[in-house]
């Protein structure tokens, strides 16, 4: 592979491939397709957290003109219904209960939406109520009826070491790590500190909602879905309805938004079942209350403690998170995993003991989220950071640079040391601040910084085709979804550059997995790093095909060949890719195929972490005493991505997750109240608008070109998220001494503790 | 959707004439049909939107007379006489309109869901205000939620597009 110092197209602020389509209302989502025969599908959804669903009758619903199909527990009874890719604990449709409102009970295929929704309101189902375990507070009690005791064993794609089901308890999964000695790094700390701290469930609000299309026939099963994990998708699929892999093919048009809230398998197996059923393509249009009752991010409960010597150097730490995961698993085992190392943080702190657990209540299943685990463990471990430092009469910035980790220092043992030049990094954000400055402001007025670095929970697994075409044209085959991360441009931005061609000969189609090959996900910031390797290695094999080739033509060593401009030169002589290939086939055909592997041990480290994922965040607020309104005079995002393969769409990435966390931060909560949920619609859950605009938004982009993927590359864009909350929740403590340990920092709840505060 | 079904002797037809990007349209609709389907199923228009369904986040917003509207909400009869414009109307003979260029250009879009909307809210702004400070297009563009590019970009995005307009209509 030729190793780069100056790039062509690497680096360069590339216009988005898909743009055009974009702007122009041609992109297609899965609900703009239209599949001939197509029914349309509507679900019956439980409205009580837990119930027994003593009987179900579809007889009326049936009947109504215009039904085709009902789909109730009956119609499964052939396959093993339970999907998971962690744990298959979820069955496609309600068994014997119901464990969270909005959980599928019955599905109507239709001729058109409104026939589909009024057979609803003719299925009738008989409920018995059961206790509610509405909190993990409810599900831990001793004694509390068992949530899941008909698990059906391990999902294939949990990459956990071992899944700790406890099944005879309502803890889905527990996670624990430890190192050194907790119990003398107390002893030998001068100071201890304890906190709690609570993290909301909050909704990824993908604008364009789940949507799934599927057909069953004699080829099988063909699902377009609006999803980020198409072979995972095809796995689960296959497995459930017993098919081979090679007869289940998942289309994924472009995808509105996604955020991890399309990560795994979600509506597609009730889908497939509805459809198979009818016999008949059925899709499924699910509007935005639905989706915000199919997925959602594990709210927590976060107890921090840490040892400290009187210098500020941290010594020991034990921390508990709790999470709510919901009805069902979905993506919680990881979720557990990741917010215990996260908790642990990027800090020099020999001695731990930290725990996770992932709780089953009777809400809606949490699964990914931009930075699993990540928001919930940072909010408190660096809210708690700036609490240990005020407490110890040291300043916030310099506490954490005396204790951040440095370039090659051991993390946790096993894992990659740090590979990001933290105390520079936190530097830069606090000259942005002023951070100097800022001691002598007035009160209603301060700032605060947050240090997110989290272990990537990128798996180093994806393969890729790039094929160079009869006219000099390439087409990539790459099964990273585009999301609107921008992949496919950063995708095709590494194969030209390898390929010595301009951008514009390049195109990359959606995937659809009988024709792409396979990747892991599109997710955990993976696809520019894990892909992107995938991807060079395809276009350095196709390369190294023209080199041979152009070699033989012109008569020249494979030495003295050089690829330019879409030409093959050896000194004086030169050849088009267009006319070499005409001359290797003999004829205005053929095509050349080049493949890339990336898997660990192959192309890239076995050891995980793949990069050490940092996004540092500082907020400069203002907060208004008399309502309690926190107002963003100024926020700064740094990202370490190592190499930005396009710039601009790094920084929209970052200001993305960022906005996202100024949400979760300031107002976003989805609330529930004994397993009702009180605010599944846009009108009681306010996401950002315009107005939340920092008047001055900074993203900093940190190149060492020090990542393990395509010209030193690392992931990038879910870190953006995790620290908004501390450094504004800091900046609030700082502007007024008002330390809030709940999010989100409503007015009402920022006014309320103002208020305490003077009456004390 | 969720008024249930009619018989089919009970429907109700109405006829209504309209322009739709640029062609005069004549169909019949239902008393409640909203404008968001008529488009997308009848008209194949489907770079129209739909996400909150209630008016809060105009991915759904199309121009009606130059005015933006949401038409999740909006009942197709009332488009009887009216000029509607959705996003598949705005590029003339091919060429982009200067938002669509500016949205490309300064990364005013990712997964895409919200840009039609967003655009043609955009378009409606230029027209009344050829040069609006932060603040105008803030306030104006608050009815449009895009839950991926954080704002920055695409208030970046209207400021290019209000330059490049303004120097095209004073023929710079
Ligand atoms: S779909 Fe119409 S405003 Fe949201
Ligand atoms: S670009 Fe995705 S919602 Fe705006």
């Not at chain 1, 360069?12 to 899965?30: D, N």
């Not at chain 1, 209603?444 to 009869?470: F, K, N, Q, Y």
């Amino acid at each position: 592979m030729a190793t780069k110092s100056s790039f062509t197209i690497v680096g360069k602020a590339a216009r988005r491939v898909e743009g055009i389509e974009k702007v122009t209302g041609q992109a297609k989502f899965t609900v703009d397709l239209t599949i001939p025969g197509m029914l349309e599908g509507k679900v019956a959804r439980s409205p009580y957290p837990h119930a027994l669903v003593e009987s179900i009758d579809t007889t009326r619903a049936e009947k109504l003109p215009g039904v085709v199909a009902v789909l109730t527990r009956a119609d499964v009874k052939d396959i093993n219904p339970y999907f998971g890719h962690c744990l298959r604990d979820r069955p496609l449709i309600a068994l014997d209960r119901v464990r969270y409102v909005g959980e599928p009970v019955a599905a109507v295929a239709a001729v058109d939406a409104l026939t589909a929704q009024e057979a609803l309101s003719l299925v009738e189902v008989k409920y018995k109520e059961l206790p509610v375990m509405a909190t993990f507070d409810d599900s831990l009690t001793p004694g509390a009826p068992i949530l899941h005791p008909d698990i059906q064993g391990e999902g294939a794609y949990h990459e956990l070491k071992k899944l700790q089901a406890e099944i005879q308890t309502n803890v889905c999964h527990h996670e624990h790590i430890e190192e050194g000695d907790v119990g003398t790094g107390f002893a030998e700390s001068d100071r201890i500190f304890e906190d709690v701290f609570e993290f909301p469930m909050v909704y990824h609000y993908t604008m364009e909602p789940h949507a799934a299309i599927a057909k069953v026939d004699a080829n099988g099963i063909t699902v377009w879905s609006s999803c980020a994990h198409p072979f995972v998708v095809r796995a689960e699929l296959a497995l459930i309805f017993e098919q081979p892999l090679s007869k289940v093919q998942v289309l994924v048009p472009y995808v509105g938004g996604a955020y991890g809230g399309k990560s795994y398998t979600k509506i597609e197996p009730l889908v497939v079942a509805l459809a198979r059923k009818a016999g008949q393509p059925v899709r499924l249009e699910q509007s935005v209350p639905e989706s915000m009752l199919t997925n959602r991010r594990h709210s927590a409960r976060v107890w921090i403690k840490t040892g400290v010597k009187r210098d500020g150097t941290l010594v020991a730490r034990e921390a508990k998170v709790l999470l709510d995961t919901g009805a069902y698993a979905d993506n919680g085992p990881r979720v557990a995993r990741r917010a215990a190392t996260r908790i642990h943080g990027p800090y020099r702190i020999g001695n731990y003991n930290i725990d996770a657990l992932a709780v089953y209540t009777n809400t809606c299943p949490a699964g990914s989220f931009r930075s699993i685990g990540g928001p919930q463990s940072i909010w408190a471990l660096e809210s708690h950071m700036d609490i240990m430092a005020e407490q110890l009469g040291i300043d916030p910035l310099e506490f954490r640079l005396k204790n951040l980790l440095k370039r090659g220092d051991i993390v946790k043992s096993g894992a990659k040391p740090m590979d990001a030049d933290l105390l520079s990094d936190l530097k830069q954000v606090a000259v942005k601040l002023d951070w100097k400055g800022s001691a002598k402001r007035r009160t209603g007025s301060g700032v605060g910084l947050a240090v997110g670095v989290t272990d990537s929970e990128a798996v180093p697994v994806s393969t890729a085709i790039v094929r160079l075409l009869a006219d000099g044209s390439v087409v990539l085959m790459s099964g990273s979804t585009e999301v609107g991360q921008g992949t496919r441009t950063v995708l095709c931005q590494i194969a030209a550059e390898e390929l010595s061609v301009a951008l514009e000969k390049v195109t990359m189609h959606s995937t659809d997995t009988n024709v792409t090959p396979f990747d892991r996900s599109t997710g955990a910031s993976r696809s520019t790093t894990v892909m992107g390797t995938a991807v060079r290695a395809a276009a350095a094999d196709l390369r190294a095909q023209l080199i041979e080739i152009g070699a033989e033509i012109l008569k020249a060593k494979p030495e003295q060949i050089v690829l330019k401009d879409g030409e093959i030169i050896a000194g004086e002589y030169r050849i088009g890719y267009t006319k070499a290939l005409h001359t290797y086939f003999g004829m205005p055909g053929g095509e050349l195929i080049g493949r890339g592997y990336c898997r660990p041990g192959g192309g890239m480290s076995p050891i995980y972490p793949l990069f050490w994922e940092t996004g540092l965040g500082g907020a400069d607020v203002e907060v208004d005493v008399e309502t309690g309104e926190i107002k963003l005079n100024r926020f700064v995002g740094l990202a370490d991505v190592g190499k930005a393969i396009n710039p601009p769409q790094c920084e929209g990435q970052d200001e993305g997750a960022a906005m996202m966390g100024i949400g979760h931060t300031l107002f976003e909560s989805l609330i529930y109240d004994k397993g009702q949920p009180l605010n599944p619609n846009l009108v009681d859950y306010r996401v950002p608008s315009f107005r939340n605009l920092p008047a001055v938004f900074d993203t900093i982009l940190v190149e060492n070109q020090d990542g393990p993927g395509p010209h030193g590359a690392k992931g990038m864009g879910e870190t953006g998220i995790v620290s908004p909350a501390p450094a504004i929740g800091n900046a609030l403590a700082r502007a007024t001494g008002v330390r809030i340990r709940e999010l989100p920092l409503t007015p009402e709840r920022v006014w309320r503790a103002l208020r305490d505060k003077s009456s004390k | 959707m969720a008024e249930g079904r009619l018989k089919a002797e009970d429907r109700q037809f109405i006829p209504i004439t309209f322009t739709l990007n640029g062609r005069a349209q004549e169909i019949q609709v239902e008393p409640h049909e909203l404008l968001i389907d008529v488009i997308r199923n009848r008209f194949g228009f489907t770079g129209t939107k739909r996400s909150c369904d209630v008016q809060v986040c105009g991915a759904c917003t199309v121009l009606v007379d130059g005015q933006p509207v949401s038409s999740c909400t909006y009942l197709a009869f009332e488009a009887l006489g009216h000029d509607v414009l959705t996003i598949e109307g705005l590029a003339k003979n091919g060429k982009l309109h200067p938002l669509q260029e500016a949205f490309i250009e300064h990364g005013g879009l990712q997964c895409g869901f919200c840009t039609p909307g967003m655009i043609l809210a955009a378009k409606s702004l230029l027209e009344q205000n050829a040069n609006p400070t932060r603040e105008e297009i803030i306030h104006f563009m608050e009815g449009n939620i895009c839950r991926c590019t954080g704002y920055k970009k695409i208030l970046e995005s209207i400021q290019a597009a209000a330059k490049t307009l303004r120097q095209q209509s004073s023929g710079v």
